[in-house]
């Protein structure tokens, strides 16, 4: 992050147009500043001054300062590789997305804020200072770069002691006056095996260094600044898990994750490898240069020939990045390699449809071909050290087998931690006592983002076992635990909590509602902050901070319907259609708007207004399976069962394996007489739900009167 100016500022201001979707901004100086003619936050073209530059390479952003110390990221960005490489150019970050002001991600929207997206890892010793009572930031840095004290912490017991250095009994000699030390390499070899990988000459014990650097290079929520968390990474942040959208089933890199979830499934992590044994933290440079960094641990006379590769020397097919690290494009041209450094998978291309190292240099071939190729050389290939992606898929699914083929996941020992929080996760959506039980047993796992997966299972859980499994969580040793099972433990019915342990739970909750104003900005926070004063039965507050949601993005949809459900449990029914309506003026095409208000016409008994939204709702968000099968069951209690079980199978064409719509069609099918039908949608029904005994014996009736 630069202030804007000659010397920073890459991209041409000499009266530069540039036109997307319909909107042309023009780049200009004047008056010795960088400035940009563009829609501005109500729709209209301005003027805009250029505040500060942010990047170098590949790309060059441009930070504009809008008012409450806003800073914005503006959505055209600057291509600064050279003219032969496609760059020297004007370019839109969100291209053929037509966004217009009011949207979250219009260069003014509240995705865009510098003050929340960006500024923590850009400079040092960030404070946003968000005041809600004015809806205003006086965000503060100590450095606009990245500066030591990112990630050493502060530095004044530094100063102190090398001031008195001279002396053996200086404080803070072991960390050099820091809080802490990044010292996991400190006197380690890698010694190189017979079969030519190196070894860690000692186990790594701690994770300081990786959760230090994962603080910005992990995909993450952010809920405290306080410097003394530097290093610690669960005391601040909760980084995400390899959840759909993110990353693709086998783990790959998806979306923009960054490094940290990438690092911490690969072997390499699992073998003690550390951030800083490839990269130099303070050149931002590797160790080694090529397959050089890789010789580090892997015997170049073993893995660096022919006979390993199998591509010709110096060919791209020859570098170690290009099979186990291949790249993904972010904000358009800014390629990332992925760092969970695994081996090719072709095969799991043709079964499961995630991406595969070979089809980046052979775009004309299919994964076929290349599964063929890599047997031909090797015979049975090798698994990989990720061996997650088939029980991963399963549980997008929700397929036959998930609940088995995640628990295995989560029981194995050898599992890297974030795929067992990542199994768990999936579990959720498959609620048993057997994966209660297995949560419970996961709170004893000692990795945050596990217990923290295990904890959102544990909470759907009745008061007594969530009193008995989570109160001895409120004094763990990372924050986000302790502020997860307090939450947990005041969801309705709230659990009976006493004496020390009170004090406990009232600590965490603490923590949980500073997490939340940490970024009271965003409508995320205050409907989470809703939530919880609804458990709390402080229903004035729950409204007050949905209200406060919807202001800060009309297009958040949930705290609407959430405002609704409020209105709805006081028995103010034509509020919470007041309600419903307001914000799907604001939002025509949101299915999750047209199905809430679909279901508060049921209630107002006004079925065939509630239809024809029902109806919308299912058309607009085919990808929810509920919106379906809510519309079938209106339909089937209008009296229209054709036309529901017409609306069941198309939502099974989609979602084969939905649990509420093939119950449906058990029902809907015998009732027209199909009992084949319904019985073969019982069968897959009990391969879903093996534990049901009440499915069970309604199939056992179904055939028992067929007979």
Known sequence: MQSADAASVLGNFDDATFTNDGVTS??????????????????????????????????????????????????????????????????????????SAGDPFHWTGIDQNWNYQCAYCHSTNLQKNYDATTSAFKTT???????????????????????????????????????????????????????????????RSTSKEI?????????????????????????????????????????????????YGSFVQSRMHAAGVTCSDCHNPHSGKLRQQGNAVCAQCHAPTTFDTERHYHHAKNSAGSKCVSCHMPTGAYMGIDHRHDHSMRVPRPDRTALLGTPNACAA??????????????????????????????????????????????????????????????????????????????????????????????????????????????????????????????????????????????????RGLSEYVAAQLFNAERPEAQANLASLYSDQGQLDKAESALRKALSLDRTFVAAAISLADIKRTQGDENAADAVLRECLAENPNSGAVQHALGLSLVRQQRIAEALVLLSKASVASPE?????????????????????????????????????????????????KNISAAIDAGDLLIRLEPDRSDIRALIKSLKESRR
């Not at 109500?42 to 930070?63: M, N």
């Not at 306080?226 to 790959?252: C, N, S, V």
């Not at 609306?647 to 027209?672: C, G, I, M, N, W």
């Open 26 to 99: 023009t780049f200009f100086r004047k008056d010795g500043k960088f400035w940009v003619r563009t829609d501005g936050p109500d729709g209209k073209l301005s003027d805009f001054e250029i505040r500060y530059t942010f990047g170098i390479a590949p790309l060059q952003q441009y930070l504009i300062e809008l008012p409450g110390g806003r800073l914005q990221a503006l959505g055209i960005a600057w291509d600064a590789r050279a003219k032969d490489a496609g760059g020297q150019r004007w370019y839109h970050l969100y291209p053929g997305r037509k966004l």
């Open 141 to 203: 840095w100590s450095e606009i770069n990245v500066g030591c004290e990112s990630c050493h912490g502060p530095a004044s017991g530094h100063l102190a002691w090398a001031a008195s250095r001279s002396s053996s009994a200086a404080s803070g000699a072991e960390v050099k006056g820091f809080s802490f030390a990044l010292d996991e390499r400190r006197k380690i070899t890698w010694p190189m095996t017979s079969i030519g990988h190196a070894s860690r000459s000692s186990p």
């Open 211 to 259: 959760e230090t650097c994962a603080q910005c290079h992990a995909r993450r929520q952010q809920f405290s600044s306080d410097a003394k968390g530097i290093g610690q990474l669960f005391e601040a942040f909760r980084p995400a898990t390899i959840e759909p959208g993110l990353y693709h089933a086998d783990g790959q890199q998806r979306d923009e994750v960054y490094t």
């Open 361 to 506: 240099c052979h775009t004309d071939k299919t994964a076929t071909w290349a599964s063929d190729a890599i047997k031909a050389w090797v015979g049975t290939p090798k698994g990989g050290f990720q061996d997650f992606a088939e029980a991963f898929d399963l549980g997008q699914r929700m397929a036959p087998g998930a609940q088995a083929a995640l628990s295995a996941i989560v029981s194995t020992p050898a599992s890297s931690s974030i795929a067992r929080a990542s199994a768990l996760g999936r579990l959720a959506r498959l609620p048993s006592p057997q994966v209660l039980e297995l949560a419970a047993s996961s709170l004893r796992i000692d990795d945050p983002n596990v217990k923290t997966a295990a904890v959102a299972i544990v909470s759907g859980a009745d008061a007594a076992t969530r009193n008995e499994l989570l109160v001895p969580l409120l004094r763990d040793r990372s924050r986000v635990v302790r502020m997860d099972a307090a939450r947990a433990l005041t969801r309705r019915p709230s659990a009976e909590v006493s004496g020390d342990d009170r004090a406990a739970l009232n």
């Open 624 to 672: 929810n399976p509920r919106f379906g099968y809510v519309l079938a069951v209106a339909l089937h209690d209008s009296g229209d069962l054709r036309k529901a079980l017409s609306t069941l199978k198309d939502v099974l064409s989609r979602h084969p394996y939905d649990r509420d719509s093939l119950l449906a069609l058990v029902y809907y099918e015998a009732e027209q």
